[in-house]
């Protein structure tokens, strides 16, 4: 267990309308990260955070921000949501042991755009 | 950029078969990779990972992998499955990117469905 949360877990929207996920840390790693996983895409790398306020652009950035005002929270915002966001969206933290890193997920957000 | 190649879509077992998955990647640097599993409806949960040392790994749940640096490939393995084992099974590669941060490249993934 990472001590990760993801808020919500299921969200139906419409095209158009803006949503907002977030993910939240209990442990106070520094990086943070957001895929989305599609069938037969496996999961794919949207925008990751690699500390407060610092954040970079990831495979499939287009149609997404993100905002990190603080360690523990990474929120994902869909602008304005179309049909081919319906994804599984997954956050994930990195721990370090030394020079080894390694990426732990969280539950997972299922997003359906109508 | 590196990529990640996962040859099987889907993998239909008996239980007590042995497994093996293919894993192979692209990448001309030093490599970190990991094995990650997904039972339905779950999220990932990490397998193995290879770092550096012992090419061969093992992992929870009786699983292994080799690294094999000549094939580029990190195949994962199992002597003998079980029902539960049914899930979707992901490979990947670690980098470092330029801003510092650590990125992984998945494949596309494997379902593994065994028969009772």
């Known amino acids: 267990d990472a001590g990760i949360t993801q808020s919500p877990r299921h969200k139906v929207t419409e095209t158009g309308t803006p949503v907002t996920l977030r993910c939240h840390q209990t442990e106070n790693h520094r990086y943070m990260y957001w895929y989305r996983q599609d069938p037969g895409h496996g999961l794919r790398l949207i925008h990751y955070s690699y500390g407060v306020k610092d954040t970079d652009k990831g495979e499939v950035s287009d149609g997404y921000s993100v905002s990190r005002s603080k360690t523990e929270d990474f929120l994902l915002t869909l602008e304005s949501a179309t049909s081919s966001q319906t994804s599984v969206y997954f956050c994930?933290?990195?721990?370090?042991?030394?020079?080894?890193?390694?990426?732990?997920f969280g539950p997972g957000t299922r997003l359906l755009v109508l | 950029a590196q990529s990640v190649s996962q040859h099987n879509h889907h993998v239909i077992l008996s239980e007590a078969a042995s497994l093996e998955l293919g894993c192979n990647y692209s990448y001309g640097g030093t490599v970190n990779l990991f094995w990650y599993v997904q039972y339905p409806g779950q999220h990932l949960q990490l397998l193995l990972k290879?770092?550096?040392?012992?090419?061969l790994v093992k992992g929870i749940k009786g699983f292994e992998a080799e690294f094999i640096k000549s094939k580029f490939s990190f195949n994962l393995r199992k002597p003998s499955v079980q029902w539960s084992d049914t899930a979707e099974y992901f490979c990947a590669v670690g980098s470092n990117s330029g801003a510092g941060s650590y990125q992984l490249t998945f494949g596309k993934g494997t379902k593994l469905s065994v028969i009772p």
């Open positions: 290879y770092f550096s040392g012992d090419p």
């Open positions: 994930a933290i990195s721990r370090s042991t030394g020079s080894e890193e390694t990426q732990y």
